[in-house]
């Protein structure tokens, strides 16, 4: 049941677009083999028609065949008087034994003489649409929503597996995964959730679920039936509520109901199990007790959520009880018989053959990607927090006076459009006034007074790097003061979010005031990230003792860094803060 809860959470986390991608996938998977056949070419609708005929003829010529000496006289005298072949009285003979069995045997169902459906007809399939009217609802919320469902129906199939199944299954978590600094780099941590994946695909594929999926597709039958455009057979007897009481006007010509007549009885016909036969449906009790599901017409707004009862399955079983008294209360097979002269007319049985196991590896593949994805979050999270201690020990992320992620989360509260950069903002202002300022400013500062660069280009490029650097604090400082509640702007923005807690009509104006502050604060950080990436390789370059042609300078040992022994270690310390600054301000970037 933990299994069943963790998956469960994933679902209700995925995005839109990955519930409308799987969505479509279930579509394909269940459309391409859910048991309606693609449109047939006319060539191949001639043959069935002569291969229907030619088994007529056969069935009729066994009638005659077996018919006594004194009647095939009387068949062979009818012939020569009405110029009609044997065959066609014999045909004749049986279509008004049909006739006369229908009448007697069932109550005025069927007007011969005007070939209508009477009244009788749809009273007796409106008693079944009732009871299917009484369910709808119920399937309608567990059975009808695909992601529900499936949800469902991958439990049950898991329920199903062996243990060692179920333990390469349990594999599939990240959660067994060790946090690892080289998980950072996402093509590792992605390869190891490919070939989990890969090895529970494989010994799936060695596992049969044939009595599982053959419930499934039989209850695919129910449901169906249950989705069937029964309004649109209603109408053709003038019947828009099957509450109202019906008149011998309520009748129907056959040719015109005849299409949706034959493809409902098709559905009807396939029917042919008992509740027993699809058990897997018990489940859903217990099931719905732990996830309780959402009314169809309440999906995006949910008010409450429903449980498959015990009285629900008692429903269930009435309506399949009631399929069956249907078919004993209208001769269907009879009747089409009847109107298409087709003495051996059978409808052809669906046979929903859905790939319970392609959907269901659908939906595992996408909850394990997501399920991966946000534990990449976490990964990310964990390591970004140890660097960052690393870096200060402690750090909150609230440097600055009023732009903090306080407001930050006041603002996206009613913006559409996140603030971006707040955690980045004020990460860099402790950054440069804890670190840069008191322990590398001053290094770059000797370098570009006693350093004899080998190119004037490196030492213009530091020096504009050095001196950008040598406000900044004032400029962020500056930035941040705008945000004073005292001040413009940072009055704009309370009188807006006090607004609009009450009058969401101000909405426009906060994002207004969200995009130009993303403006901003993107060049901002933009300025200074790129002055501290110049100082950042310029140490990097002069003391790369390996590469010589990189080293910028050429008298790092003549150079005197107060605090330091040696200009080298000097640098080397400052070079391994800022790569630290380098990595923390790259996650910071990437997560916030």
Known sequence: MDNDKRFNKIVKEISDEERV?????????????????????????????????????????????????????????????????????????????????INLKYNNIVDFEKEKLTHNFIKELIVFIKSINEIKPILQTFFDDPLYYYEFLSVIIERNMSEKTKEILADLSPETLEIKIEYMDKSIFTKEKDKRQKKFLLQLDAIYFDKLLSQFNKFELFLKLMRFEYDSLLKLFFVFDVN??????????????????????RILYSINFIFDEISFVYDMVDYSNNFPAVPKNQQKNPQHQLK????????????????????????????????????????????????????????????????????????????????????FTTYDYNSLNFFTIELKNKIEKFSTIKVKHSYTI?????????????????????????????KDVQKSNLSVAY???????????????????????????????????????????????VTDLNDETTKLIFEFYECLNVVCDFLKNTIDVNNPKNMTITNLDKIKIPGYIGSFIAIEQATKTMDLFMQIYTLIEEIY
């Open 426 to 454: 004020n990460f860099l202002f402790e950054f440069i006034k804890s670190l840069y300022k008191p322990k590398i400013e001053v290094i770059i500062n000797k370098c570009l007074i006693d350093g004899i660069f080998k």
């Open 244 to 265: 109202e009481p019906l008149s011998s006007t309520n009748c129907c010509e056959f040719k015109n109901a005849q299409e949706i007549i034959e493809r409902f009885y």
């Open 467 to 513: 001196y950008t650097l040598t406000n900044s604090l004032d400029r962020i400082k500056e930035f941040d003061a705008k945000f004073d509640p005292e001040k413009d702007v940072g009055k704009k923005v309370s009188m807006t979010l006090r607004r609009l807690a009450t009058d969401s009509a101000f909405k426009a104006s906060l994002i207004n005031i």
């Open 21 to 101: 991608s799987l969505l479509d996938k279930f579509t394909k998977i269940s459309s391409s083999s859910d048991g309606n056949e693609k449109p047939q070419s006319q060539n191949t609708i001639d043959q069935e028609r002569n291969q229907e005929r030619q088994n007529q003829q056969s069935y009729l010529a066994s009638i005659y065949n077996k018919t006594s000496f004194f009647s095939k006289i009387i068949i062979f005298i009818s012939s020569i008087f009405s110029g009609m072949p044997k065959e066609e009285i014999i045909l004749n003979n049986e279509l008004k034994n049909l006739k006369r069995n």
């Open 308 to 391: 498959f009862t015990e009285d629900d399955l008692s429903e269930l079983k009435k309506t399949l009880e009631n399929i069956q008294i249907l078919k004993e209360n209208i001769p269907f097979t009879e009747i089409i018989a009847y109107f298409k002269h087709q003495l051996l007319y059978k409808p052809k049985m669906i046979k929903s053959k859905i790939d319970f196991i392609d959907i269901y590896k659908e939906y595992k593949k996408t909850l394990v990607n997501v399920m991966w994805e946000n534990y990449y979050g976490k990964i990310r999270l964990s390591n970004l927090e140890k660097l960052v201690n690393d870096l």
